[in-house]
C-alpha cells in the first residue's frame, strides 16, 4: 500500500470533521505524490464535505507546485467547484488558490471579474476575486478590463490605486 492510499484510509477512517481537516492540512500538504490531487480536488467538489476540510485543500493548492500536472483540468475544477460553493470562508479561500497558478487563465480572470461586479457578493470574497486580477501577468486582458474595475462601487479606489501603480512599475 503506497503512502497517498494509506493516508486516504487515515482521512476516511477519522472520526469528526476536525480531526479529517487535521489530516488534510498535515499530511497532505507536503506529500510529494502528485496523485493526492484527484483525491483532493474530489474533496472541494463534494458539497457535504466539511468547510474547514476544504479549506485546508484550497491553502495547499494556493502554494502547490503543479509541475507536469494538468493545470487547464485542475483549474477547471477549482472554478467549478467555486461556481456551486456556499460556504463564504471556504470561497475566500479558494479565490485565493487561484491566485499563484491560475490568475493568467482569462475564464478565471472572467469568474473573477463577475464576482467583483456582483454587487450581491459577500464584500470579502469579492475582494478576494479582485486580489486574483491583480496578481495576473495577462496585462492585455488586465487593461481591458480597466474601466469596467473603475466604474465599480466600492472599487474605484482600489482599482485606481493598482493601475497607478503597476503604470508606474510597482506590480
Request: hydrophobic share 40%; glycine share 2%; with cysteine.
Amino acid at each position: 500500500m503506497t503512502l497517498l492510499e494509506q493516508l486516504i484510509d487515515k482521512y476516511q477512517a477519522a472520526t469528526n470533521d476536525d480531526e479529517k481537516a487535521e489530516i488534510i492540512s498535515a499530511d497532505f500538504d507536503f506529500l510529494s505524490d502528485n496523485n493526492k490531487w484527484d483525491f483532493l480536488l474530489t474533496l472541494i467538489e463534494n458539497r457535504e464535505a466539511y468547510d474547514l476540510v476544504k479549506v485546508n485543500v484550497y491553502k495547499i493548492l494556493e502554494i502547490a507546485d503543479l509541475t507536469g500536472l494538468d493545470i487547464t483540468d485542475i483549474k477547471n475544477r477549482i472554478l467549478q467547484a467555486l461556481k456551486v460553493e456556499t460556504d463564504d470562508m471556504v470561497k475566500e479561500y479558494g479565490f485565493n488558490a487561484l491566485t499563484w497558478n491560475f490568475s493568467n487563465f482569462p475564464d478565471v480572470i472572467d469568474y473573477c471579474m463577475d464576482t467583483v461586479e456582483n454587487e450581491e457578493e459577500d464584500e470579502n470574497i469579492r475582494h478576494c476575486a479582485f486580489g486574483v486580477l491583480t496578481k495576473s501577468k495577462d496585462f492585455q486582458k488586465i487593461n481591458s478590463l480597466r474601466d469596467k474595475l473603475l466604474q465599480i462601487k466600492g472599487f474605484a479606489k482600489y482599482a485606481t490605486t493598482f493601475f497607478k501603480d503597476r503604470d508606474n512599475g510597482i506590480r
